[in-house]
Each structure stands twice: as structure tokens, then as C-alpha cells.
């Protein structure tokens, strides 16, 4: 538990939400970061507003990382980010480990047509049926996964 | 298509992107090992469970609700001639199939899209390995289901 911190996780909610809530008043776009990600090789003629927003994710957290120092991992003050390395006692090289994970995600979210923003997020509060489906089926996947490898 | 190559569009996604972003480190679901330790739902008897990724997705999943609910009352958003709204609503295969893969990959990771787009500000070790198995394997997805609101509506008929 020493690391539950409730008001930025609520802060960090209503941003995220700010951020969706504007994307789709604005411009009519989901913002669902696999589908903006997705799509955005050629022939598809929305590449540059994806990348605007995808650059500008990255900034996002970087300038909130100098502005609000020390909330966990990242920027001047917070502890390095890293990625989660194999379950023990496994022997498959972290790399390779990664990779799997990345491939299984990026094709999942593309046929399944959304991830946790997307759905998680903008088709929950779109009341989609669709989005409910995913969202029960990949949080419950998750969840058996992190059990099933001990990963944590 | 016009509309989406002028100013105040353009920068509606790059105030929506930064937004999110920060929402992403002040939030910490940048972490990837913090987003696993909401996972481990094997840690709530002990007390070692981190509840973070709900206390996130709920005030999320508020505010954009009230923006659908304004949307609705609108012809149509500021910046565009028409609201992209999903108009597929059939529970298909691919749906759930996606939805399996992507937990899988997710338990395995605790990163999902958005983090993993926001984690190149810190460039931990690896995240190139993890960026281009994310943009193969989606790339991957889109040679076997189309995608596109087009295409899955004349699948759908």
C-alpha cells in the first residue's frame, strides 16, 4: 500500500478525462490511444492530427513530470521509470519478454478495436455494449495473467 | 477532410494530448509496475493490492460521460462537420478475441497504449523493443480485420 496515493490518482483521472472529453467536443474524435496509434501510416489521410496529439502525449507527461516533481517515477526528483521484468524463476530474457507483451497488445487493441482508453475510458462513457465486452474481457485477462505468472 | 488539417482542430489534439499526458504521470499509470500492482488481485487479502488504476478510470469515465451527454444535444463538434462515433455495435469474435490478446499482453507488461506513448519522456530500458512489437503487432491486426468505420459497417451487412 505505501505507494496508493488516492488524490493524484483522482487528479490524474479528471486530466485524462479533461483531455477526452475535449478531443471529442472539439474535433468528434475517441480519444483511444491505440486507434490514434493505429492508424497512423499512409493511406490514412488523419495522420497528422494523430501525430500532433501523440507528440504532444509525450510532452504532456513530460512537462507535468518538471511542474509537479516527485510523485513516483519520472522526471527531476522521481525514481527512474522501468519496465517490468520477467516472472522469476521463467529464464526468458526481458527483452524477448517485452516484446511478446508489445505484439499480443498491439494486435489485440487492432482487431479488438480499442484499449483501455478507448474503451476503458470514451466507450464506457458512451454506454457502448461493445466497450463493456472489452473492458470485462481484458481487465479479468489481465488479472488471471498477473496470477497465473507471478509476475508481481 | 479539410477540416482536420486546420489551426483550432489541430490544436483541440495537441491540448487534448498534453492533457492526457499529464493525466498519465499525475496519475502515475506511466508506471508500469504500479499499473501491475492494481492487477494483482492476489495481494487485496494481504493489503498489498494498490487500488490506483480505479481511483483513475472513474473520475475519467465521469467527465467524459457529461461531454457525451453535451455532445448529444449538438449537431455536430466545434471543430468538425460530424461526431466519429463507432457505429458498429454487433459483439463479434474479433472483439472478444482482441479483448483476451490484449489482456494477456497487458498482465504480462502493465503497459497499455497510452502509457506506452507517454513512457518515451522517460526512455526506460527496453521501451524501443516494446514500441516496435506494439506497432508490428498492430499492423499485423490491420491486414486481417479492416479497419475503419467503412469497411466494418459493409462487414457488418
Same mark, same amino acid.
Given at each position: 500500500?505505501?505507494?496508493?496515493?488516492?488524490?493524484?490518482?483522482?487528479?490524474?483521472?479528471?486530466?485524462?478525462?479533461?483531455?477526452?472529453?475535449?478531443?471529442?467536443?472539439?474535433?468528434?474524435?475517441?480519444?483511444?490511444?491505440?486507434?490514434?496509434?493505429?492508424?497512423?501510416?499512409?493511406?490514412?489521410?488523419? #495522420?497528422?492530427?494523430?501525430?500532433?496529439?501523440?507528440?504532444?502525449?509525450?510532452?504532456?507527461?513530460?512537462?507535468?513530470?518538471?511542474?509537479?516533481?516527485?510523485?513516483? #517515477?519520472?522526471?527531476?526528483?522521481?525514481?527512474?521509470?522501468?519496465?517490468?521484468?520477467?516472472?522469476?524463476?521463467?529464464?526468458?530474457?526481458?527483452?524477448?519478454?517485452?516484446?511478446?507483451?508489445?505484439?499480443?497488445?498491439?494486435?489485440?487493441?487492432?482487431?479488438?478495436?480499442?484499449?483501455?482508453?478507448?474503451?476503458?475510458?470514451?466507450?464506457?462513457?458512451?454506454?457502448?455494449?461493445?466497450?463493456?465486452?472489452?473492458?470485462?474481457?481484458?481487465?479479468?485477462?489481465?488479472?488471471?495473467? #498477473?496470477?497465473?505468472?507471478?509476475? #508481481? | 477532410?479539410?477540416?482536420?488539417?486546420?489551426?483550432?482542430?489541430?490544436?483541440?489534439?495537441?491540448?487534448?494530448?498534453?492533457?492526457?499526458?499529464?493525466?498519465?504521470?499525475?496519475?502515475?499509470?506511466?508506471?508500469?509496475?504500479?499499473?501491475?500492482?492494481?492487477?494483482?488481485?492476489?495481494?487485496?487479502?494481504?493489503?498489498?493490492?494498490?487500488?490506483?488504476?480505479?481511483?483513475?478510470?472513474?473520475?475519467?469515465?465521469?467527465?467524459?460521460?457529461?461531454?457525451?451527454?453535451?455532445?448529444?444535444?449538438?449537431?455536430?463538434?466545434?471543430?468538425?462537420?460530424?461526431?466519429?462515433?463507432?457505429?458498429?455495435?454487433?459483439?463479434?469474435?474479433?472483439?472478444?478475441?482482441?479483448?483476451?490478446?490484449?489482456?494477456?499482453?497487458?498482465?504480462?507488461?502493465?503497459?497499455?497504449?497510452?502509457?506506452?506513448?507517454?513512457?518515451?519522456?522517460?526512455?526506460?530500458?527496453?521501451?524501443?523493443?516494446?514500441?516496435?512489437?506494439?506497432?508490428?503487432?498492430?499492423?499485423?491486426?490491420?491486414?486481417?480485420?479492416?479497419?475503419?468505420?467503412?469497411?466494418?459497417?459493409?462487414?457488418?451487412?
Amino acid at each position: 500500500m505505501d505507494s496508493f496515493a488516492p488524490i493524484p490518482a483522482l487528479a490524474g483521472g479528471v486530466l485524462i478525462g479533461l483531455a477526452s472529453a475535449l478531443l471529442w467536443l472539439g474535433n468528434g474524435r475517441i480519444a483511444g490511444i491505440s486507434g490514434i496509434f493505429g492508424q497512423l501510416l499512409p493511406p490514412a489521410r488523419t #495522420v497528422i492530427w494523430r501525430l500532433v496529439f501523440l507528440v504532444a502525449l509525450v510532452l504532456g507527461t513530460f512537462a507535468a513530470s518538471w511542474l509537479l516533481p516527485g510523485l513516483g #517515477v519520472g522526471g527531476p526528483g522521481g525514481q527512474p521509470a522501468q519496465l517490468a521484468a520477467p516472472p522469476p524463476g521463467w529464464k526468458i530474457p526481458a527483452p524477448l519478454w517485452i516484446a511478446v507483451s508489445g505484439l499480443l497488445i498491439g494486435f489485440g487493441t487492432k482487431i479488438g478495436n480499442g484499449c483501455t482508453s478507448g474503451h476503458g475510458v470514451c466507450g464506457i462513457a458512451r454506454l457502448s455494449k461493445r466497450s463493456f465486452v472489452a473492458v470485462g474481457v481484458f481487465f479479468s485477462v489481465a488479472i488471471l495473467t #498477473v496470477a497465473i505468472t507471478g509476475i #508481481v | 477532410m479539410a477540416a482536420q488539417i486546420r489551426l483550432p482542430y489541430l490544436a483541440t489534439a495537441a491540448l487534448s494530448g498534453l492533457l492526457f499526458g499529464a493525466g498519465l504521470y499525475v496519475s502515475q499509470m506511466v508506471d508500469p509496475l504500479k499499473v501491475l500492482r492494481f492487477l494483482d488481485f492476489g495481494a487485496i487479502p494481504t493489503g498489498g493490492w494498490d487500488p490506483s488504476l480505479a481511483f483513475v478510470i472513474v473520475p475519467a469515465i465521469v467527465v467524459m460521460f457529461i461531454a457525451v451527454r453535451i455532445g448529444r444535444r449538438r449537431q455536430a463538434p466545434l471543430f468538425d462537420t460530424r461526431f466519429n462515433e463507432p457505429e458498429f455495435h454487433h459483439i463479434d469474435a474479433p472483439l472478444v478475441g482482441g479483448a483476451v490478446l490484449f489482456g494477456i499482453g497487458w498482465g504480462m507488461s502493465g503497459i497499455c497504449p497510452g502509457p506506452a506513448i507517454s513512457l518515451i519522456a522517460f526512455w526506460p530500458p527496453d521501451l524501443l523493443v516494446f514500441l516496435v512489437a506494439l506497432f508490428v503487432g498492430s499492423y499485423a491486426g490491420a491486414l486481417i480485420i479492416p479497419s475503419g468505420r467503412d469497411k466494418r459497417l459493409a462487414l457488418a451487412r
